[in-house]
């Protein structure tokens, strides 16, 4: 700061939610720490969640392999609190499977043999493996350059990721709806994996959530 004063980024212990990361915006080069990335993407989600093409715009010279790994690291932690909220109704006896409509039945990866499993289990297994793989060492010593084999698995994370969101979309659909209001997660996972090519758009089985034109769905069982 140009009068000297320190600005400290980083939520104090005791610090009330509305008053969560309450400090001013920091350009970008002057985020001299190897979260930067993260810590760009963060701030531009909080500045407008709806403001799609702001957050995903990658800064120039940036390393297209971290931003993916970043982004995806991010969806994950802001869906754990779809996690939270589907508690309240997707339990083990009424959701027995990780369904999308009766005409989709995911199979979880998070088994010896990829395996049915109640719904829930499917969503937090998921996330469970997400945080693991995103959190090696061995494929993600660094979050400065990631190298292109340990990219091409966040393909497959993805893949899994959007079948949560497919879940409380066609059988959660309010709970759905109020935490999509407040984030735009879904419409920001689905810009992102389409973006970049990520996975294919046979797979994105959700109507567009701007117009709510409806997809026509093959009928099928898709393995993890």
């Known amino acids: 700061m140009a009068d000297g004063t320190q600005i400290l980024r980083r939520n104090r212990p005791g610090s009330k939610a509305k008053d ?72 083990p006896n009424t959701c027995t499977q990780m369904t999308a409509t009766e005409q989709w039945i995911f199979l979880c990866a998070a088994h010896k043999t ?13 996330l469970d493996g997400a945080a693991c793989l995103l959190n090696s060492n061995k494929y993600f010593p660094s979050r400065v350059s990631i190298r292109d084999s340990s990219v091409g698995k966040l393909g497959s994370v993805c893949r899994r990721v959007y079948r949560i969101f497919s879940h409380a979309y066609f059988h959660h659909r309010a709970i759905f709806d109020a935490f999509e209001k407040e984030t ?21 089985i959700l109507p567009k959530l701007d117009d709510e034109v409806p997809i026509n769905q093959p009928v099928g069982e898709s393995e993890a």
């Open 20 to 91: 969560f990361c309450r400090w001013p915006d920091q350009p970008f080069e002057e985020m001299d720490n190897t979260l930067a990335v993260q810590q760009l993407i963060q701030q531009t989600i909080r500045r407008d969640p709806s403001n799609l093409e702001a957050i995903l715009k990658m800064p120039e010279a940036q390393e297209e392999g971290v931003w993916k790994y970043e982004h995806l690291r991010q969806f994950c932690m802001e869906l754990n609190g779809l996690t939270v909220r589907l508690q309240s109704e997707c339990k």
């Open 114 to 126: 990829p395996k049915e499993c109640p719904a829930i289990d499917y969503t937090r297994h998921t």
């Open 184 to 204: 735009h997660l879904c419409k920001r996972f689905t810009y992102f994996v389409t973006k970049y090519s990520i996975i294919s758009k046979e797979i994105l």
